[in-house]
Nanobody, 130 residues
Framework: QVQLVESGGGLVQAGGSLRLSCAVS?????????????MGWFRQAPGKEREFVAA????????GYADSVKGRFTISRDNAKNTVYLQMNSLKPEDTAVYYC??????????????????WGQGTQVTVSS
């Protein structure tokens, strides 16, 4: 069993910053390495479908971002802590949503497709006021 727990959400004014964390517990060791998952962040605003935000590969050497957050958000991972982060700068009201982290045990590059992720956190609310 794998558990993902997000934290770091909250209320912030437009132009502000937040850093989300996602701690992964449970099956975090493999034959090859610790924290053997590629990770992604997704978000869902009220009345809208879940959308891709950012993702990072198994090795951490490749990342991908939605066009709407490129240049403002940064995804990173700390394999020693089994944690992935999403640094969000220059936040806009349209970034308001519930943010979810997701884990996929597939070896390889990152994925922007939420269907490919096996494990999900419970979500953390981010609200950006204008």
């Amino acid at each position: 069993q794998v558990q993902l727990v997000e934290s770091g959400g909250g209320l912030v004014q437009a132009g502000g910053s937040l850093r989300l964390s996602c701690a992964v517990s449970g099956r975090t060791f493999s034959t090859y390495r610790t924290f053997p998952y590629r990770m992604g962040w997704f978000r869902q605003a009220p009345g809208k479908e879940r959308e891709f935000v950012a993702a990072i590969s198994w090795s951490g050497d490749s990342t991908g971002y939605a066009d709407s957050v490129k240049g403002r958000f940064t995804i990173s991972r700390d394999n020693a802590k089994n944690t992935v982060y999403l640094q969000m700068n220059s936040l806009k009201p349209e970034d308001t949503a519930v943010y979810y982290c997701a884990a996929d045990p597939t070896y390889g590059s990152y994925s922007a497709d939420h269907h490919e992720y096996d494990y999900w956190g419970q979500g953390t609310q981010v609200t950006v006021s204008s």
